[in-house]
């Protein structure tokens, strides 16, 4: 399997010398690609600060992060956007679609900004809007939409494009249940029909029971890892609150 | 106590986002103060008794101009202070959750308010008093008159007027803060705007067809000044500046219902780079600020019209004076109802042949008009002067007069036969239609008496402000012996000190009508005085051109510097989000540089093309008045528009990076 992302020993210190917090305390792990990875853990934990550091928005203290074979903690900032660019996707808690946009405006940015010819632009978009079904809301604008279409025109942004890595904080962290289960069922379309990698980081059992594999991480460093292998998703899902409830978390509120 | 350090804290701390603010206000004052300080400028000038008399004019129209000056730098500023309250909406949200009131919210808006119209008056009166300095050589350059010596100019009355007058737009504005904070729910400071506006004309059809309504609009305003000229009436004028302004409305108003669709055309502007979402910015600013652009496209019209033909129109207003003013001075009667005995007594009474040679001539009308002659020979300059005037008579003057008046101007008189007559005409415009009329006609019928024609002279028989004699005709003396004068003339070629009889006669003039009886009025007008009046005339224009125009220029250039920062802080999350998505920085700065850009140059484009047509029919007007040249005013106008608007777009465009970066 190719190797798409790989992070050593990381660490990032917030704060100055008297008040210092380590918010990622030496992680190591590899994705491949074609993996959905989730990242579970509590409040605090470090998740959105490891997703901030390996999407370029942050940089780590110390340690390397390698992408597509790319080190990039040490790019420079012109290498860094242009990378981000062309190889990343990415997926925010709260949507963050451009408010002044429609749904088709937004996605077609993530296109126009790399380049990319008109007729292909049109042409993916199209494509991309039917696998996550949202042709209709195209000429809407965030307001006009809800939640979970919202969520699901980023997430169209952020994969139509064929990043070689999608990061996803907390992607159905607004939804209801339903709009969760629409949303996670293109995950795993993607991630099967286009072979995507995707990165979720997630507080929600169930939606990490759609990953192939789960790493804990607590107080900025993983505890344990899950791999789903051939189980099905229900069994997956088990095994997950038996690791919540095993270390000392309740399996209804999941941590 | 509190409330003020707050209120200094918060003014030190949001400095930047004031500046523009700060600056704009400042400026005013400086120019507010330095063009009332005319009086005191006035002491250190050689001016005339008569030029003091219009410097004292001029005072009197700048007084009136600045209240209305004052009105708009009045809604400027109550404006400009409404965006930078919006841009606070959640500071202020904060104060309130914090439990403060509403009251002492708006006392630390009074605070601020207060110290930074306190600020900028000193500060504009600082930089005030150094323009004022430089004015004054301008004002001497204008007048053309000589700086007597070198003095420090500072008008305490206008220091105290500016400081009034702003004073009174500082509480105003303090009042509109009160009432805006008290209006305003808890929830409204909280929650931005985050809808789009809609969209005003929904239909891209319909918005075009008012848009080509616009062109139309504004075409026919262009079509009927160019046709019918600037003087031609001034409904006709006013119609044309009314279709004018519709016109520019409806043009901004159209554009955004169309301009996004247009561009959505042109796949390879549309889908490069971020120009979806730069369009989109672009679309939604003009379709809520169409208002506003209107008003500033108007004002910057105005400005580029009046700073750059203000300028033509004083030379042209000050060349072709020569032809007018043939004599130093000449003084007349018309006659009303005394005889004319009387009158030529009265003449002599003044006592002013001492001042050198001198003609008395009358002059008298015939029964035909003047345009009963032309008829069938005038072209179109000349039916411009003709107009209105079809019954006016046509004016005799004996044949020694003739030779008279042309020698007493140096000239050798045209040699006329027994009977023959001559025409005079002292009218550029109507040259043309003379030498029509004297080539085909060998006699001329004057009073049912037939006379010989000589041929025309482009000459005047009197000193005056501008030329008025259309057509005068010298016709051998006795011809005239037994009609009554209706008018009785002297005219004079000083010896011997010029100054002095110029300022004489003035004050003989000024003094003479105030006592005589209303019967008979003293027409009196010096070669000096005509120069002076056009001077003085011109110089009227050119100052309240360059005092309106700058103003108006600031004032448009300010409303679009904040119109663009106060969301500034809106379309910071914007750009955050653009940059993660992976939009470089250098493209973010790009994209706020067009946006920027393309908002300050859609008014100014449009005032501009207005300009240029404005410019011409101007030009035009004036060409017939003397020759003229737009080239190098224009140029100047240019510089100072690059200068000022160039520089409150450049202040916008770093501003509005530093705000993002915070
Ligand atoms: N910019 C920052 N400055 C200082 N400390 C920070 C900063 N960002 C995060 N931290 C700290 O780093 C730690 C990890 O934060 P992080 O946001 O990664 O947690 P998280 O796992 O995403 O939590 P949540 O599930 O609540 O989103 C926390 O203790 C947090 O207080
Ligand atoms: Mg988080």
Redesign the pocket.
Known sequence: MQNILQVDHIE?Y??NKGNI????NDISFKVDKGEFVGIM????????????CISTI?TVTTGHITINGKDITTLKRRNLEKFRRDELGFIF?DFNLLDTLTAYENIALALSIQGEKPSKIQSNLQEIAEKLEISSVLDKFPYEMSGGQEQRVASARAIVANPSLVLA??PTGALDSKSSRLLLESFEKLNKELSTTILM?T?DAFTASYSNRILF?KD?KIFNELIKGNDSRKAFFNRIIEVITLLGGDANDV? | MMYSKLSLRNVKRSFKDYAIYFLTITFAVSLFYSFNSLTAQQAMLKLSNSQEDMVQDLIYTIGIISIFISTVLAFLIIFANSFLVKRRKKELGMYMTLGMSKFNISKILVMETFFIGLVSLLVGLGLGTILSQGLSLLTAALFQVDIQEYTFVFSTTAMLKTILYFGIIFLIVMLFNVIMINRYKLIDLFIANKKNQQVKLKRTSTAIGVFVLSLLLIGSAYFLMLKYGLFKSMNLLWTSVGLGSIGTFLFFFSLSGFLLNIAKKNEKLYYKNINIFLLRQINSKVNSTFISMTIICLMLFFTIGVLSTGFSLKNSLEKDLTVTTPYDSTLSFFKYEESVENLEKKLEELNVKQYGDNITFKEYYSDESISSYLKGYTDKQAESVLEGKASAPLTLIKRSSYEGLARLQGKDPVNLEQNEVLILTNQKDMKKTMKRFVDNNKSIKINHKEYPLSGFQFMSVRTDKSAKDTMIVALPDQAVSEMEPSRISLNIQYEGEANKADQELYNLIETYNKNADKNTYLLGMTKTLVYEDATGTSTMIVYIGIYLGIIFLISSAAILALQQLSEASDNKVRYDLLKKIGVTQKEVNQSIFKQIFIYFMMPLSLAIIHSIFGIKVVNRAIMSAGESNVFFPSLLTAGVIIVVYGGYFLATYSGYKSILKK
Do not use: C, M, R
Not at chain 1, 21 to 24: D, E, F, M, R, Y
């Open positions: 990032k917030f704060g917090t380590k918010a990622l853990g509590p409040s605090g934990s470090g998740k959105t600060t490891l997703l901030n942050d808690q904080d907390e980081v507080h991480i900025g941590f």
